[in-house]
T-cell receptor, first 117, second 118 residues
């Protein structure tokens, strides 16, 4: 059991559909992350929420809309996606650290494999 | 800006061979963390090891060993007597030591796909 659960595991959608990816963590962490993993590219950080506040948005198109209703849940709302958005979307969490060093790794979910038709 | 380079895209070895995965990083920080993750076909990134920039001791964990050399900015990973279950994509990553806002900024390499042939 990973401690970070993502649903669905696989999603196929048309370009005009609206869907949401869900991430839930049971580790007591207060920072959560969305990454995009495309073939032969480094993991791309999309969004970061720290203490339920969005602290990073790495030039992600507005067709991706994150939501963090509480420290345990993170959503990624999708609408009007493009074929190039097909990828593995990974959620991660880590402890929030106001002071001290980040000496713990991020914990990842299994990801959602997204295919855009 | 931070950067992680994993020059080996794919490696194939025969079972029981040793294999080394290379990782070279760039950072201006004096304090930072390095990680290795394993990504099996299921998709989840599994944490393998963390190393902080002040600790250059090499580490061995069973068949896994890591060689951190600050002088060459490298953090290489060796699997001894490889097994089929080692087949996965391996990612090297670099993290800031701390950041205002309390969250962690991690830079990943492109990964090395390891295939262990029976």
């Amino acid at each position: 059991e990973t401690g970070v659960t993502q649903t669905p595991r696989h999603l196929v959608m048309g370009m005009t559909n609206k869907k949401s990816l869900k991430c839930e963590q049971h580790l007591g962490h207060n920072a959560m992350y969305w990454y995009k993993q495309s073939a032969k590219k480094p993991l791309e950080l999309m969004f970061v929420y720290s203490l339920e506040e969005r602290v990073e948005n790495n030039s992600v198109p507005s067709r991706f809309s994150p939501e963090c209703p509480n420290s345990s849940h993170l959503f990624l709302h999708l609408h009007t996606l493009q074929p190039e958005d097909s990828a593995l979307y990974l959620c991660a969490s880590s402890p929030h650290r106001d002071r001290g060093f980040f000496n713990q790794p991020q914990h990842f979910g299994d990801g959602t494999r997204l295919s855009i038709l | 800006a931070q950067k992680v380079t994993q020059a080996q895209t794919e490696i194939s070895v025969v079972e029981k061979e040793d294999v080394t995965l290379d990782c070279v990083y760039e950072t201006r920080d004096t304090t930072y963390y390095l990680f290795w993750y394993k990504q099996p076909p299921s998709g989840e990134l599994v944490f393998l090891i963390r190393r902080n920039s002040f600790d250059e001791q090499n580490e061995i964990s069973g068949r896994y060993s890591w060689n951190f050399q600050k002088s060459t900015s490298s953090f290489n990973f060796t699997i001894t007597a490889s097994q089929v279950v080692d087949s996965a994509v391996y990612f090297c990553a670099l993290s800031e030591a701390h950041r205002a806002g309390g969250y962690q900024k991690v830079t990943f390499g492109t990964g090395t796909k390891l295939q262990v042939i029976p």
